[in-house]
Each structure stands twice: as C-alpha cells, then as structure tokens.
C-alpha cells in the first residue's frame, strides 16, 4: 500500500516570498510523483509530475520540485509567489507498475499583500 | 476540446432520495473515475473504469454505484443519499501509458444532503 502526507495543512505566505510545501510519501515499490492544483470552486490541475530521469522537475506557473528517493519526499518549490497562486496543493503518488493515484490531505496556500 | 465535463453543478437532496452524477470526457480516455472531496482528507477514490465495460471499487464505494455507458461516460449513483455523502465529487479521466499517467479532472458537483 502507498500512503502521502503534506505535512502542513495551511502556508501563509507574502507576495514575492519564497514558499515551500512539503510531501513525504510511502510505497515498497517505485512510484510517480505528482502535484496538483486546485483553485477556488474549481477542479484539480497538474502542476507537475515525475515519472523518471531528472529529479528536479519544473512545472507550470514558476512551480518546481524535487524528488528524493532516500528521503522519500517530493517538496514543492517556487522562489517567490504571487497572489493569484492562493489555492490548495495536493501532493498524489502512483505505483510506476499498477494501481491508483493516492492523494494528500492537502495543503492550503494563502499568499498575502 | 471540453475536457471533462460534470452535470450537475449543484445538488440538494433530501436523505433517502437517489440521483445519478454525469461525468463525459472527449479526449479518447480509457481509465475514468469518480473521487469525492472533504475538508482535510484530500481526494478518495469512489470506483474507477480502467476502460469500457470495467468497473473496479476504490477506496470508498459504499453508497455508490456506477456504470460505464461508453468509453466517453462514465456515472455515479447514489441510490438513498445520507448526510454522510455531502460532498465534492469529481470525475477524472487517463489516456494510456506513461505519457497518459496524468488524470484530467472536472470541474466538480457540489452535492448537499439534508
């Protein structure tokens, strides 16, 4: 079985400020590692995704992460946020082999003025 | 292309009567799925299809029923709603291989049970 935790339920952040949204994750066998977006009153969006290769991935909107297999986390990054990136987070792991996508809690991004 | 497209929006029912939540995608996905959503327990999984004619339980399936009309519509059921399945609920859809292992959501029916 594979398991996610975001570790932190709600970010506030200021605009221009550099945030980081932490994921640790479970799983005996190799996975996928994802980041998804939701914004208010609408449905989830990939922000990025790693399947393999590079363990730095860059995704949509300035966002990246990095995945780190002896560490089993996936944080998500981005070096200085807007106000339009308020939403809520969703860290989700695959097996690579079979199986289904396993969300996070969540995590809850507030940028400030 | 529209995506994936939910009907209804919105819903209110009373405890104990039944109705049905659409779900289509026109991308040529095999694999669909129905997750809900509840304040502080991300998404979970309700059933999933990984192609037409298949249906599989996912994590939290009681109260629920789907069928797979075609490979483009894919609906969930509720036979005799509870206040327990107020809710988000969104539909998803996969294409195949690693390339498809994104999941492209809807945009979400917000179900309230009296």
């Known amino acids: 079985a594979q398991s996610v935790t975001q570790l932190d339920s709600q970010v506030p952040v200021f605009e221009e400020a550099p945030v980081e949204l932490r994921c640790n994750y479970s799983?005996?066998?190799?996975?996928?590692l994802f980041w998804y977006v939701q914004y208010p009153n609408q449905g989830l969006q990939l922000l990025l995704k790693y399947l393999s290769g590079s363990t730095l991935v860059k995704g949509i909107n300035g966002f990246e992460a990095e995945f780190n297999k002896s560490q089993t986390s996936f944080h998500l990054r981005k070096p200085s946020v807007h106000i339009s990136d308020t939403a809520e987070y969703f860290c989700a792991v695959k097996s690579a082999s079979y199986g289904k996508l396993t969300f996070g809690q969540g995590t809850i991004l507030t940028v400030h003025p | 292309n529209a995506g994936v497209t939910q009907t209804p929006k919105f819903q209110v029912l009373k405890t104990g009567q039944s109705m049905t939540l659409q779900c289509a995608q026109d991308m040529n996905h095999n694999s669909m799925y129905w997750y809900r959503q509840d304040p502080g327990m991300g998404l979970r999984l309700i059933y999933y299809?990984?192609?037409?004619?298949?249906?599989d339980k996912g994590e939290v399936p009681n109260g629920y029923n789907v069928s797979r009309l075609n490979k483009r519509e894919f609906s969930l059921r509720l036979e005799s709603a509870a206040p327990s399945q107020t809710s988000v609920y969104f539909c998803a859809s996969r294409g195949a291989g690693t390339s498809g292992e994104t999941q492209y959501f809807g945009p979400g029916t917000r179900l309230l049970v009296l």
């Open positions: 799983s005996s066998v190799s996975v996928y």
């Open positions: 299809s990984a192609s037409e004619g298949t249906t």
